[in-house]
């Protein structure tokens, strides 16, 4: 089965512990993304990263963190100096070969905050 | 500023009802507009971007340069088209790969 995955589905966590949440790809896509879906506000973008070894700050990379070591993984990891984690993360992936790409979104992961 | 406005959270009609959800931009040079869904329990998805011109599930959108808008719109809305519509931004050439969002608007269809 082709696609992204993300991992876990549901995550809790206390307050001052760090958390990673996974994705994964094998789709073969040189893009990869995290955004932060809230009600009201949208998809907001976290980090991203166009080619292994390499990522970019979104709108709102504070107290985020990721690795791009492999093409097809992009762990994001949720740490204590974020000041209101609970949300939904949702992970994507796109070609980079040409312009305006689909980007194609993982399940999410529904993180909260104990 | 780069940003995408749905200026609607919430639109409820009735099945066989026209549908147009509104999208306006903010950015200066010439942008690729995407229109994405999301069905209950289902993944973010694609649904149509400008530059195909396409037709999917009955719904288009134009853009409107002089307005900068690309609103969605569909002649006679089917009770599964209810999903949260999210228009998306990506500006000109795709160098950076990024799509810029709006807030999104939840579509409800009655019976």
């Known amino acids: 089965d082709g696609g992204i995955t993300q991992s876990p589905k549901y995550l809790f966590r206390k307050e001052g512990q760090n958390v990673t949440l996974s994705c994964e790809q094998n789709l073969n896509h040189d893009a990869m993304y995290w955004y932060r879906q809230d009600p009201g506000q949208g998809l907001r973008l976290i980090y991203y990263s166009q080619i292994v070894n390499d990522f970019q700050k979104g709108d709102i990379a504070e107290g985020y963190s990721v690795s791009r070591e492999k093409k097809e993984s992009f762990p994001l990891t949720v740490t204590s100096a974020q000041k209101n984690p609970t949300a939904f993360y949702l992970c994507?992936?796109?070609?980079?070969?040409?312009?305006?790409?689909?980007?194609?979104f993982g399940p999410g992961t529904r993180l909260t905050v104990l | 500023a780069q940003r995408v406005t749905q200026p609607e959270k919430l639109l409820s009609v009735f099945k066989g009802a026209p549908v147009e959800l509104k999208c306006n931009y903010s950015y200066s040079g010439s942008p690729e507009l995407f229109w994405y869904v999301q069905y209950s329990r289902q993944r973010l998805q694609l649904l149509l971007r400008?530059?195909s011109r396409e037709s999917i599930k009955g719904f288009t959108a134009d853009l409107n340069k002089g307005e900068t808008s690309f609103h969605l719109k569909k002649p006679f809305a089917q009770e599964e088209d209810s999903a949260m519509y999210y228009c998306?931004?990506?500006?000109?050439?795709?160098?950076?790969?990024?799509?810029?969002f709006g807030t999104g608007t939840l579509l409800a269809v009655q019976p």
């Open positions: 998306a931004l990506e500006p000109y050439g795709g160098a950076t790969n990024k799509l810029i």
């Open positions: 994507a992936s796109r070609l980079t070969s040409g312009a305006y790409n689909e980007q194609f």
């Open positions: 400008h530059i």
